[in-house]
């Protein structure tokens, strides 16, 4: 398997501007995590999904931030307008809903986006 | 709500020598746990995990960590660092309940490694 990939890897912006980062989990992982990690507040989730739809969106910093799960395959985050202390690395993770004889609740990382706003 | 504490912030070790990453959680039953590692410009891969069971667990790269619930502790080791291993090391912990699926991440522990 692939892994969890997203992308971009680096995205540079001026503030104002529509950023949207994009995941693919791995394929039959029904759990899809957005988390923000900053030097300041360390890794935080946004929010997660299950199979497609958002179950819990309390760590969304505002509305400014938007997520979408069209299909069990893809995930976008969306940001706008940006501001500069939205630029953070942006990690994805998936994992399986279904407790069995390995990796119950063992959440699979993508690579990260690196999201600078200048 | 579950939570963790890593109380090192930096740690420097030399190569060679053993290593222990402290973690505590706080969770009203038995959690779910987890050691994370991060290398510059990477995600997180997974080092071990707990659930239940043999409460000192084997993971990847010659770590092992101990469950202790009476210090409510899931202390990571290692008795020969490489150099490789200079990395960020979270700890986490996961709700034992169905459905809850959230994990709570320490704020990390970055390990240096000197020759």
Redesign the interface.
Known sequence: DAG?IQSPRHEVTEMGQEVTLRCKPISGHD?L?WYRQTMMR??E?LI?F?NNVPI?DSGMPEDRFSAKMPNASFSTLKIQPSEPRDSAVY?C?S?T?T?GSDS?????????TRLTVL | AQSVTQPDIHITVSEGASLELRCNYSYGATP?L?W?VQSPG?????LL?Y?SGDTLVQGIKGFEAEFKRSQSSFNLRKPSVHWSDAAEY?CAV?ANR?GD????????TTVTVRA
């Open positions: 969890v759990y995590f360390g890794l989730l997660y299950n819990d990690f993770a994992r809903g407790s119950y609740n063992e959440q699979f990382f993508g690579p990260g | 779910y987890f994370y990477q995600g997180l891969q997974l995990k659930f979270f996961g169905r699926y959230k994990l709570s991440f320490g704020a990390g």
